[in-house]
């Protein structure tokens, strides 16, 4: 009996984090008679799908998406190329001040990222990458979280096995690529979520850098939603946009989720 409840409980838990989403879900589905109705209904009366038909017509979702994809894939190949890089240097070799300049950079990760935005605005500036790719990625290429989660997992690499590579004469970067970087794949596919996800879903740095309306990822180019936000009768719309937007991010965790569980619980265990 207690391991029912307890059961049920932990069911009830998990649901709680899903409601959003299929509030979202069925809300984008209804008409906006209905989604206007006081109280609201669980489930739609009537499935339409104007929503998305007016979220196509408005969004140019094609561009928009090609933007994101881009910016959060550069983004996420040069986190994790450095992180690996970074957090194997932090763990398996010994130089002055390695302690102090990890810290340092684990400090950083408590700044908030208003704090940092006018500073990084004006160097964008002044090297001329406003209104460019390369502006919106420049001061994210490396990430202190990512560095942080590597080297945690490269301290567990045995230090016999990269002194036995050594003797075999194999280099570093060999050593790091053939292995190393096999073992930390938990790590690997971990990271690749959270930077993904962090450079999809990124909002405040692109809209201070970029002003071209074709340079917009689809988070900017949801503001086209904005004048349908202003009644309830239209918020399916907006609704309908924003689901459209979060389905990459959602894939990818869905692709990697049996991964990144395992990495998770393994990190509980430390």
Request: positive net charge; aromatic residues 14%.
């Amino acid at each position: 009996m207690k391991r029912i409840a307890t059961g049920a409980a932990l069911l009830v838990a998990a649901l709680f984090p899903l409601f959003p989403l299929y509030w979202m879900v069925i809300s984008s589905l209804k008409s906006p008679e209905e989604l206007s109705r006081i109280p609201p209904s669980w489930w739609p009366e009537t499935l339409t799908f104007d929503a998305y038909s007016t979220v196509f017509d408005v969004v140019p979702f094609g561009r928009a998406f090609g933007n994101s994809l881009l910016i959060a894939g550069l983004g996420t190949l040069s986190v994790l190329v450095t992180s690996v890089a970074a957090g194997y240097a932090f763990a398996k070799y010994r130089f002055p001040g390695r302690d102090t300049l990890f810290w340092a950079l684990v400090a950083t990760m408590f700044l908030p990222a208003v704090v940092t935005l006018v500073p990084l605005y004006w160097m964008i500036s002044s090297l001329g990458l406003s209104d460019s790719y390369l502006g919106v990625l420049l001061p994210w290429l490396a990430n202190p979280f990512g560095i942080f989660l590597m080297r945690q997992f490269c301290a567990d690499v045995p230090d016999e096995l990269i002194d036995a590579a050594r003797v075999d004469g194999a280099g570093e970067a060999r050593i790091l690529v053939r292995i190393v970087l096999p073992l930390l794949r938990p790590a690997v596919v971990t990271l690749t979520v959270f930077a993904f996800v962090f450079y999809w879903n990124s909002f405040l740095w692109p809209l201070s850098v970029l002003q071209s309306d074709t340079k917009f990822p689809v988070v900017l180019s949801l503001s086209q939603l904005l004048s349908y936000a202003s009644s309830v009768r239209y918020q399916s719309v907006v609704l309908a946009g924003a689901l459209v937007a979060s389905l990459p991010t959602v894939v990818v965790f869905l692709l990697a989720q049996r991964v990144f569980i395992q990495t998770i619980a393994r990190a509980g265990e430390r």
